[in-house]
């Protein structure tokens, strides 16, 4: 069973940035690792994914351009850089895993229900 520990969420000024970091724990070979947010009172959506084996990576259309994901430490640590940030990425951000095919994983239409492995998640607040 894949665990997953995130950090680095905190609160910064629109146009600031933040780095956010996901431990993750367990075998993950052909894994896709992903992270999502929720905000309060919205569902919980994609923001991007990388597929363990090759680094291929994905983004949701809102983050394009100011977010990235990377691996590193023998992909057990994941990597979001969230720059140029905005008042509407305040969220909860949750890092996610699963054995994905890599054409799911790069698809950028994934949901939820496409992972079952999920961190505790780490807060984000971007004020104006």
């Known amino acids: 069973q894949v665990q997953l520990v995130e950090s680095g969420g905190g609160s910064v000024q629109a146009g600031g940035s933040l780095r956010l970091s996901c431990e993750v724990s367990?075998?993950?070979?052909?894994?896709?690792l992903g992270w999502f947010r929720q905000a309060p009172g919205k569902e919980r959506e994609g923001v991007a994914t990388?597929?363990?084996?090759?680094?291929?990576?994905a983004y949701a259309d809102s983050v394009k351009g100011r977010f990235t994901i990377s691996q590193y430490n023998a992909n057990k640590t994941v990597n979001l850089q969230l720059n140029s940030l905005k008042p509407e990425d305040t969220a909860m951000y949750y890092c996610?895993?699963?054995?994905?095919?890599?054409?799911?994983?790069?698809?950028?239409?994934?949901?939820?229900?496409?992972?079952?492995?999920w961190g505790q998640g780490t807060q984000v607040t971007v004020s104006s």
């Open positions: 990388i597929y363990t084996n090759s680094g291929s990576t």
């Open positions: 367990g075998s993950i070979y052909g894994y896709c």
């Open positions: 996610a895993a699963d054995r994905l095919r890599w054409s799911s994983c790069v698809s950028g239409t994934w949901t939820s229900d496409d992972f079952n492995s």
